[in-house]
C-alpha cells in the first residue's frame, strides 16, 4: 500500500536556527511529492513539489525540501528559522495506483517556532 | 483570481437536519476533491470527481453525497447530519499531477 509518514507530531525550533521536518514515502514507481502548510483556521497552501530533476527542491518563503531516494525520505528544510514559520505542515505523495490524481496526505507535523 | 471558493465559512447543524457545502473554482481543474480535517488530524478523502458528470467515493463516503454538474461546482450534501460529522471541510481542485488548491475551509458543528 502506498503511503507518506510524518514520523514528528511537533517540532521545537529557536527562532534563527535551522529547521528540519521529516517525512518519508512508500509508493510504487518514481513518486511524486507534496509540502503544504496550514497556517492557524487556514485553508492548506503549497509550499513546493517534487516530480523530477535535482534532489533540492526550492519553494514558497524560503523552504526546501531534499529528496533522498535511496532513503526514501523528502525531508523539509529551512536555514534559519522565523517566529511567523510556526504552523501545521504536511507531506504528501501522489498516489500512483489512482488515475484521479489523488494525494495521500501525512498526519502531519506541528512546528513551533520560539523567540 | 478567486482560485478556489467556500462557502458557507462557519455552520452549525441540529442532528437530523442536511445542507450543503458550496465548493467553486475559476481554474478550469478537472479534477475535484472533498476533505475532512478532524481536530488534530490529517485529512481523509470523502469525494472525488475527475470531471463534469463523474464522481467517486473516497475513504470515508459515508453520510455525504456530491454531484459534479459543471467543471467549476462540485458541492458537498451533508443529509441527517450526525454528531460524528463536525469537522473542518476542505475543498480542492486540480489540474492534473502538479498538486492541489485548496479552499478556505467550512467549520461546522453538529449539536
Known amino acids: 500500500a502506498q503511503s507518506v509518514a510524518q514520523p514528528e507530531d511537533q517540532v521545537n525550533v529557536a527562532e534563527g536556527n535551522p529547521l528540519t521536518v521529516k517525512c518519508t514515502y512508500s509508493v510504487s514507481g518514481n513518486p511524486y511529492l507534496f509540502w503544504y502548510v496550514q497556517y492557524p483556521n487556514r485553508g492548506l497552501q503549497f509550499l513546493l513539489k517534487?516530480?523530477?530533476?535535482?534532489?533540492l527542491v526550492k519553494g514558497s518563503y524560503g523552504f526546501e525540501a531534499e529528496f533522498n531516494k535511496s532513503q526514501t525520505s523528502f525531508h523539509l528544510k529551512k536555514p534559519s528559522a522565523l517566529v511567523s514559520d510556526s504552523a501545521l505542515y504536511f507531506c504528501?505523495?501522489?498516489?500512483?495506483?489512482?488515475?484521479?490524481?489523488?494525494?495521500?496526505f501525512g498526519s502531519g507535523t506541528r512546528l513551533s517556532i520560539r523567540p | 483570481n478567486a482560485g478556489v471558493t467556500q462557502t458557507p465559512k462557519f455552520r452549525i447543524l441540529k442532528i437530523g437536519q442536511s445542507m450543503t457545502l458550496q465548493c467553486t473554482q475559476d481554474m478550469n481543474h478537472n479534477y475535484m476533491y472533498w476533505y475532512r480535517q478532524d481536530p488534530g488530524m490529517g485529512l481523509k478523502l470523502i469525494y472525488y470527481?475527475?470531471?463534469?458528470?463523474?464522481?467517486d467515493k473516497g475513504e470515508v463516503p459515508n453520510g455525504y453525497n456530491v454531484s459534479r454538474s459543471t467543471t467549476e461546482d462540485f458541492p458537498l450534501r451533508l443529509e441527517l447530519a450526525a454528531p460524528s460529522q463536525t469537522s473542518v471541510y476542505f475543498c480542492?481542485?486540480?489540474?492534473?499531477?502538479?498538486?492541489?488548491?485548496f479552499g478556505s475551509g467550512t467549520r461546522l458543528t453538529v449539536v
Open positions: 470527481s475527475v470531471g463534469a458528470g463523474i464522481t
Open positions: 480542492a481542485s486540480s489540474p492534473g499531477d502538479l498538486g492541489y488548491t
Open positions: 517534487y516530480i523530477t530533476g535535482d534532489n
Open positions: 504528501a505523495v501522489r498516489d500512483m495506483e489512482s488515475s484521479a490524481s489523488k494525494i495521500i
